[in-house]
């Protein structure tokens, strides 16, 4: 059984963590935001599991604690920010604020970002234009792990986007999703499990389906939303390649198969073509095309007319993109955010090392 | 065997047919563009094969072929149209411009669109930023054929997106998808031939998976992109819902269920929420980021380097999206667009009545 923890107290333990890296203390607890927001909607792969892995990223100097984050290029509506090697835990809050920013001015903000590392959950930065009466969009290349449609390489990572739109009386419409059939940290729990993945998930390192969780350990690959050409694998490759080239190519961060790695241990990709890995960032002003309320009380209608669409036999309810995770997170705010023993372990030990106690 | 017909003489039978339901000249044959740019890239379903069904709406009072087409509110880098009941054929061309411009002005301009029709299929749309050195986004909604996952109602259209990005020696990369698992065409090519339809594409009137490709005249739905919850439906009912939001939440046009059909013979939805059907529209400069030739450079290395991948054995290359479609269309310039002989037999009893021959 998992032991619960309060978020306050690994919020605290982890912007400590993240002090003892280097980083300012505001933006320690930036990063610690962040990264616990994973945590409290339920995206476990992304939380605090993966502190260690920030940590041995700058260990490795692969990863700016001390970034000096920048705007490079610029027009009213639009901006390129170099994260210096930064955290994304801290670059993606800096450019999602320019996108913000700029929307107020001039309706929208749209920001690409170069240099940057692994920013946590995209729904986390998107989100943030929610208060702004705004509509927030996050997205962010990652490492090679997914096969193109008809590729036995691995050529893009599960490059998530996130949506997120204000509503009225009713909570946020929140789209958070990576362009791949199922999300890593899906397989990662069948691998702890040693359970089969449904076919359509993954395949082997010829290019054959497999229903084996390891595959990707030996040249195996995810498969783009759609798992295969019949069932649309094509829209869910170019959905990812879409992801890419906004992150990377707009910005000139590494793009496709050069896209540096998450784990401090694998060797770098050669011949880099950009700098870091990128995001892509967007704000649009609701009231830049309609009055904001009158927006809101359509969404509501929108939002009750699927909530109450007939469901199939079995099933409670139509959700709404959001909807489970906004649930998780009214939950572990009261209850507290379950550890496995082992990530529990690992941050204890961390703690050891960095002076800093566990909870 | 279908027959083939010059580009050149289907666009002037349309241009004329158009003419005679009352378009201005100009925009007849703004319209007749877009329709056939359908059938030039081998989406059949969507191009002249329709221009019945367009001539019907007209009949039936629901097009308006001499609009006010004009924008309602705008920011530096937004606008609502209100397409006043016209084609969309017509309306999206009009709106594109206007992001068009106001990304030369601001960076990148995003248009939403109300009052509305079909218009044609997206990818014509986003492609007209291509030659301004931007990238171009076109999505629509549709009327409801698409159950989310977990409904049996038919909630969304099948709601397509594209995405251009222009490359420097390289064709340009065109993602032009519905967010269904499959097009409603490649259902309806089934259904000429009476075959199965493979499973994950639609479900019956209890939500059950269904191969029946007449399926949706008794209640059944398409499914959307991922074809059920463990295959990431989701994922691609939160893709039409943003499609829906940014086309008619943020124009006033009608959403969901609400959305006017396109044969002229159904019905209208009851109590209407808003106007017609909705698009939206983005244009982005590449320059408002980097410089176009940098871009382009690194879109061309882009794409050699993912056409490059090794393949999956008995595939002879990884495609990147616009692929088939430009291909099909350099063909079908210099060989013709085949037409069924259904097709064009009513094309002919169409000619006859609004007196232009036939080809």
């Not at 009213?76 to 994260?83: E, K, L, Q």
Request: aromatic letters at 8%; a negative charge; hydrophobic letters at 40%.
């Amino acid at each position: 059984m998992d032991q619960l923890y309060q978020y306050e107290s690994l919020l605290d333990f982890t912007s400590r963590v993240f002090v003892r890296m280097g980083c300012p203390p505001t933006e320690a607890a930036t990063a610690a935001r962040a990264l616990l927001s994973a945590d409290l909607r339920g995206i476990d792969s992304h939380g605090v599991a993966r502190l260690t892995g920030y940590v041995r990223l700058w260990e490795a100097k692969r990863a700016n604690t001390t970034p000096d984050i920048r705007i490079i290029h610029e027009t009213p509506s639009t901006a390129v920010v170099d994260g210096d090697g930064g955290l994304g835990l801290v670059v993606a809050p800096f450019a999602m604020q320019v996108a913000i920013e700029k929307a107020r001015a001039v309706g929208t903000g749209w920001v690409s970002v170069q240099h940057s590392n692994h920013f946590g959950i995209a729904g986390y930065h998107a989100m943030k234009a929610l208060d702004e009466d705004m509509i927030g969009i996050a997205m962010t290349n990652a490492s090679a792990l997914v096969a193109p449609t008809f590729s036995v390489e691995r050529m893009l990572g599960t490059n998530p986007i996130c949506v997120a739109i204000p509503a009225g009386e009713e909570p946020a419409f929140v789209a958070d999703l990576a362009t791949t059939t199922a999300a890593n940290g899906k397989l990662e729990i069948l691998q702890r499990k040693n359970q089969q993945a449904p076919q359509g998930w993954i395949q082997d390192k010829q290019g054959q389906i497999s229903v084996n969780p390891h595959e990707l350990k030996t040249g195996g690959a995810l498969l783009p939303l759609g798992g295969d050409r019949e069932h649309g694998s094509h829209k869910g490759y170019a959905l990812g390649a879409i992801v890419d080239i906004f992150s990377a190519i707009l910005s000139g961060a590494n793009y496709g198969p050069w896209v540096p790695p998450f784990p401090a241990y694998v060797p770098m990709p050669e011949n880099m073509p950009g700098k870091g890995i990128g995001h892509f960032f967007g704000a649009m002003r609701i009231d830049a095309f309609r009055p904001a309320e009158e927006f809101k009380k359509h969404m509501d209608q929108w939002i009750r007319r699927f909530r109450g669409a007939k469901t199939v036999e079995g099933q409670d309810r139509v959700l709404i993109p959001g909807d489970p995770e906004r649930e998780m997170e009214i939950q572990r705010r009261q209850s507290g955010i379950p550890l496995m023993q082992s990530v529990a372990a690992e941050l204890q030990e961390l703690g050891g090392r960095f002076d800093v106690p566990w909870i």
